[in-house]
């Protein structure tokens, strides 16, 4: 089998790290697309000044760092302002992926954990697309003990696709309602049809 390209996504609080965190289990490389936009946020980046230059100061810390929490105020509550956020991101992302991309060695499977998958031209980097979901009272259950407000919670899930968009974009979609063997034992039987497909 040659290399694969796994786009693992779903709705904010659905558990794509729990799902990641499986296949590193069953021997995938993963990518969280999220680490790699904190990295390219960093101070002395060109992408922490595009977004300085963007939104102003007011987005920054006392250490002069990008605060996340500033910076997700301001552009959640403006699709407009995350637009423009996105188009300064996706492509410094998308870069260093294609470049994990050609590290792979036959047999490899990748897996990129991100929230816009396909939102972005992202999705044209993967071979296929696994979608997480859970029910949405559980999405915003899990959102509510990582401590964000229930409005702020169903702001941040009414920016994002809907269950069907998901659904239709799919190749795979794993079921995480709360059942942990449940979800794992999904994970594993996609892991092992993906890995005895053949490969052109």
Known sequence: MSA????????????????ASMLRELGAKVIDADAIVH?????????????????????????????????AAEVFADPKKLARLERIMHPRV???????????RENDVMVVEAI???ESDLRNVCDEIWIVLAPRALL???????????????????RQA???EFRAAADVVISNDGDRD??????????????????G
């Open 94 to 104: 998308i870069a260093r992926i294609l470049e994990a991309r050609k590290m792979l």
């Open 140 to 158: 915003l259950e899990r959102l509510r003990a990582r401590g964000l407000p229930q409005p702020e919670a169903e702001i941040r899930l009414a």
């Open 116 to 118: 816009k998958l396909l």
């Open 39 to 71: 990295d390219e946020q960093s101070r002395g980046t060109v992408g922490y000044s595009a977004i300085v230059q963007t939104f102003g100061t007011g987005v920054l810390g006392e250490d002069k760092e990008i605060d996340r929490a500033k910076l």
């Open 4 to 19: 694969r390209v796994i786009g693992l996504t779903g709705p904010i609080g659905a558990g794509k790290s729990l799902v």
């Open 182 to 199: 449940a979800t794992k034992a999904h994970v594993r039987d996609a892991w092992e049809r993906l890995r005895s497909a053949p490969r």
């Open 162 to 164: 809907s269950e069907e």
